[in-house]
């Protein structure tokens, strides 16, 4: 719209004045330590002046980004941070206070008693343009979009300009509906389901803001934790927050929740899987609990206190162990009050029998000779002593398995410990392992009022529980989208996930309707594989149109990185920024073309993103945005993850303007895109057709019936019992478990993998291998 020069005058002498107020009342708060009566009063009001400070934002930052007008004629400024005059008469409202909640909420049905709201676009404090809403003539506008107010020509605006990798400035982009999830009370369990570019991100980010100026009087940002998915997302929107005068709320990727150790490494997904199973919590406990107990089976104990000796009988020992056990706490203060208990016991108890000797010694000779004693009973634990120790071995871990594991998921638990506790490497998957070993050792406490977690719908078991146990309360904000939800944990409903939270607190469910990120056209092209990869979720509408169709690139195979690299480079050379978003099978050879080209480029898997060209892998994609997006072949993509097709979904997703498709078969893999038949329902062979596989099933089926496999606790309890003494009887018993689960495993593999009438050939040949190699373990 064409912008009255007066009125921009006008509206930038107020911005000016605003501008003079705010930066008075900066050096105001900077002398205010001066005025302190000690040294001691002078850090305390230093400190407290600069989070006042930061309060007021930069001094280069505008100081509003809109203005409503109410039918009264009453004019209000919104900005991120309140600014007074010298007589402390309001000159701009911070956005999150009460009094700025009309100009969220007004819409064409329900103005809120407004006439007139005013975006502001501004370079530091130099107003632009600006852009009215004359709520009174805005029904006739509204039919494309039924009762929901249309996006205002800055809105469209600001989505329409070149990103640079991080979060634009989004206040403005908040509407109606929006803004009553933002300002939701804080107790409860808010779950926002969101399609890409929905602002789901932006509006958890804004409700931390919102809860932390409306909560103020029990609600720090000391106290709000935001979880991101992994250190590029994170990074990404870390500095949103500050932006909206929040500089302390902690900002952490869900694997940054565990005890320091040394990460590296991969995990195979059967691995990575089992290790995200809440089972493993039962398992780490009873392997702990289980170092715990009396050394072999004497009736006696014998200790010696300076030159005298003495019998503890052992069952007195085993009810102080129980009465430790059974008390509340973690395995350290459990561990702490049985070494209280066992010394005042014994002490009670030798007294009580007057034992030789007894008078001469003291108590606390008794305690420090029982210290040895009582660390054979009850070690001491940490985290990655206790796993290492379980994974290495197979013997422990049956023990821990219970009822719960299988062998073969034993056996993918078991795997060598590195030979120095210092240089052992733990994978993603073996980090919520960890902080449940952290829990049960040390008991990690909930110290947050509120927590965010963003790309929720990804998390194991395992991860939740981490984040669960953080929680002061159950006060939670979730979003993801189930359309997006990919991995080993893919999922196809948000009960799953908020269960693993374990909230008393009431659970409130909420869809975003509207996307504001993702051009039309690149939307509706993505959208067809929504039947296939989340038919239950409902696609969201698209407001703004991008600038061109999505351009699809057939090429032999020969060409494909080389096609990709000339279409990121045509982008970057009009200062787009740039994601190749690939899959593993083509990026070594695009990194080549790269290189070859000398094109300056950021991985995202060491933590990159910036302007110009981004190779991103299809996981690392999620919650990320570019001006430009070239998907590489999106069959590798959808042939990477059982919900390849919502991986997919994802990577196409990204762009903000442009999308380009380099690919040799089809752009959209399994998608009839020209007769538009996305998601019609596989066609089953006729239940008349004879079924080829059906007698070799039945084979099968038949073979395995012979012989039923047991539970994995009888299999581990049927070893014959050797005469021997208890010592070689405990090492007989002990080898016999380790011998009978690793044939089963055999078996398992064998009834998986290969029919029953080549089995004893397999088995022959896995003889004459073993034969063949001797001494390789």
């Known amino acids: 719209m064409t912008v009255d020069p007066d009125e921009l005058k006008r509206e930038q002498d107020y911005f000016d004045a605003a501008w003079e107020h705010r930066e008075r009342m900066r050096t105001s708060l900077g002398s205010a330590a001066g005025a302190a009566a000690n040294s001691g009063a002078a850090v305390r009001i230093r400190r407290d002046t600069q989070a006042r400070q ?85 029904s006739a506008e509204i039919a494309e979009l039924e009762s929901w107010e249309r996006p205002s020509d800055t809105l469209l605006n600001e989505l329409g300009r070149n990103r640079t990798g991080s979060m634009q400035d989004i206040v403005r982009t908040i509407q109606a509906a929006q803004f009553d999830l933002i300002q939701t009370p804080l107790e409860g369990v808010m779950v926002v389901q969101g399609g890409p570019g929905t602002g789901k991100t932006a509006i958890a980010l804004h409700r931390v803001s919102w809860l932390l100026f409306n909560y103020r009087h029990q609600l720090t940002a000391e106290k709000v934790l935001v979880i991101g998915p992994n250190p590029t997302f994170t990074r990404y929107t870390r500095m949103v927050l500050p932006t909206l005068g929040d500089t302390s709320v902690v900002q952490l990727d869900v694997h940054q929740l565990h005890p320091p150790v040394r990460k590296g490494g991969v995990e195979l997904a059967d691995v990575a899987r089992l290790k995200g199973d809440q089972r493993m919590a039962s398992l780490v406990e009873r392997a702990l609990y289980a170092r715990v107990g009396l050394p072999g089976n004497d009736r006696h104990l014998r200790i010696a206190v300076d030159r005298h000796r003495f019998m503890l009988p052992a069952h007195d020992i085993t009810a102080v162990i129980a009465r430790a056990r059974d008390s509340a706490g973690s395995y350290s203060e459990r561990r702490q009050l049985f070494r209280q208990l066992l010394p005042e016991n014994m002490f009670d108890l030798l007294a009580k029998d007057g034992s030789n000797g007894f008078r001469e010694i003291s108590a606390a000779g008794l305690r420090q000779a029982l210290d040895p004693l009582m660390d054979r009973i009850w070690p001491s634990a940490t985290p990655a002593a206790l796993l290492r120790e379980l994974y290495s071995s197979r013997d422990r871990l049956i023990a821990a398995a219970g009822d719960e594991f299988t062998a073969r998921e034993v056996s993918l638990l078991h795997r060598r410990a590195a030979d120095k506790l210092s240089d052992e490497q733990w994978t993603n998957a073996d980090l919520a392992v960890l902080d449940e070993a952290e829990h049960l050792i040390n008991s990690v406490q909930g110290h947050f009022e509120h927590i965010v977690v963003d790309e929720t719908q990804d998390l194991s078991p395992m991860q939740l529980r981490s984040i669960a146990r953080r929680s002061a309360n159950g006060s939670f904000t979730v979003v993801g989208d189930i359309a997006q939800s990919t991995g080993k944990w893919a999922r196809d409903e948000w009960d799953d996930v908020v269960r693993h939270l374990s909230s008393h607190m009431p659970v409130n469910y909420e869809e975003l309707r509207y996307g504001y990120r993702v051009p039309r056209q690149v939307f509706e092209f993505a959208a067809k594989l929504l039947p296939i990869a989340a038919p239950s979720v409902k696609a969201p509408q698209v407001v703004r149109e991008g600038p061109a169709d999505p351009s699809i690139h057939h090429v032999h195979e020969g060409e494909r990185a080389g096609e990709a690299v000339r279409v990121a480079m045509g982008h970057a050379a009009h200062g787009r920024s740039v994601a190749i978003i690939c899959p593993d099978t083509c990026r070594e050879d695009i990194e080549l073309a790269l290189i070859a080209k000398d094109v300056a480029w950021r991985a995202a898997s060491e933590g990159e993103l910036g302007p110009g060209i981004n190779v991103v892998d299809p996981h690392e994609a999620k919650g990320l945005e570019f001006d430009a997006v070239v998907v590489v072949e999106p069959a590798d993509i959808v042939a990477d993850d059982v919900r390849g097709h919502r991986l997919l979904y994802v990577a196409l997703t990204r762009t903000t303007r442009y999308l380009d498709v380099i690919c040799i078969g089809d752009p959209l893999p399994d998608v009839d895109v020209e007769s538009d038949r996305a998601g019609e329902a596989e066609v089953l062979p006729d239940d008349n057709e004879p079924d080829p596989w059906g007698p070799v099933l039945d084979a099968i089926e038949a073979k395995l019936a012979e012989k039923e496999p047991k539970p994995f606790k009888d299999r581990c309890s049927d070893t014959p019992t050797d005469p021997a003494p208890a010592a070689t009887a405990a090492r007989t018993k002990a080898s016999e478990r380790v011998i009978t689960a690793a044939a089963e495993d055999v078996v398992e593999l064998l009834r998986e993998s290969v029919v029953p009438n080549l089995w004893q050939a397999v088995l022959a040949k896995s003889a004459e291998i073993i034969a063949d190699r001797p001494g390789q373990k």
């Open 54 to 138: 930061d309060k007021l934002g930069e001094p280069d930052e505008a100081v509003a980004f809109a203005r409503m007008d109410d039918e009264s004629g009453e004019r209000l400024y919104l900005g991120y941070h309140a600014i007074f005059d010298d007589e402390s008469n309001i000159v701009v409202v911070n956005w999150q206070a009460p009094a700025a909640t009309r100009y969220h909420k007004a819409t064409h049905t329900d103005p809120c008693g407004l006439r007139l709201k005013r975006d502001f676009t501004s370079k530091n404090n130099t107003i632009q343009s600006f852009t009215d809403v004359l709520l009174a003539d805005l």
